[in-house]
């Protein structure tokens, strides 16, 4: 399988090129794929079921590695330095998994002190709330959550342990269109505070209303690069389609 290569930069605009290209069962994941995220920006990635998003997410997390080629976080090698990589990265996948008996407060505390953080109770209800959970709703169990309220946790605890470079893998799907809003807005103020976010998804409108730039991935090739404010939402998914047909 052809694996892909990916690089995001969040301290420096630098580019650091990521070219990854593996064989696995003669399919290849990823062509050749080269990336860049910079500072303060959202970058989406556009792509039907297969076509090598969550492959690309893999490789910057470590748990797969590029036949050839590197992938970086903020400078760090992603494969040969995970770890230290990991420090600096906030994954949200499309499910977020938390204690479902335990209250948002007290998941956020366990995976704090997990990253080696330690907060008291004011600082953690704070951070839920600039997350976008309401201080009542950080006391309840998680079990209670709707889909929208776990993400916001999952968000606060990628916040709480310094993150400057978030990963969402599909962090849209299935949200009612408030609570993708909602969750739309924190990405775009999470940027606005420096961080790097790569928004793996299959919903175009989200992306186009979320992202600064796209870029559409076939087959584990990206295809087409674009800026946002370079097409409106019918034009993104006219040029999608075609890529997708073609």
Do not use: W
Not at 39 to 55: C, M, P, R
């Amino acid at each position: 399988m052809g694996f892909e290569d990916e690089s995001i930069n969040r301290g420096r605009r630098e580019k650091s090129r990521l070219k990854v290209n593996e064989t696995f069962k003669s399919f290849e994941a990823l062509k050749n794929l080269t990336l860049e995220v910079a500072q303060g920006e959202i970058y989406g990635l556009l792509g039907s079921n297969g076509a090598g998003k969550s492959t690309t997410i893999n490789i910057l997390l470590g748990f797969l590695n590029p036949s050839f080629g590197e992938a970086f976080v903020n400078g760090i090698n992603a494969n040969s330095e995970t770890h230290k990589a990991r420090k600096n990265i906030g994954y949200i996948p499309e499910n977020v998994n938390l204690y479902p008996y335990l209250t948002g407060i007290e998941n956020l505390d366990y995976f704090c002190k997990l990253a080696g953080k330690n907060y008291n109770q004011d600082k953690l209800e704070e951070i839920l709330v600039e997350c976008g959970l309401d201080l009542i709703s950080t006391n309840k169990k998680v079990n209670t959550y709707s889909k929208g309220m776990r993400q916001k946790v999952g968000i606060a605890i990628a916040l709480a342990k310094e993150a400057n470079v978030y990963l969402l893998d599909e962090p849209a799907s299935g949200l009612d269109p408030l609570a993708s809003t909602e969750f739309s807005s924190i990405l775009k103020k999470l940027s606005n505070s420096g961080a790097a976010i790569l928004m793996a998804s299959h919903d175009i409108f989200r992306v186009r209303e979320t992202c600064n730039r796209i870029g559409i991935l076939k087959n584990g090739e990206l295809v087409k690069e674009m800026d946002t404010a370079s097409v409106t939402t019918k034009e993104l998914e006219s040029i999608y389609i075609e890529y997708m047909n073609d």
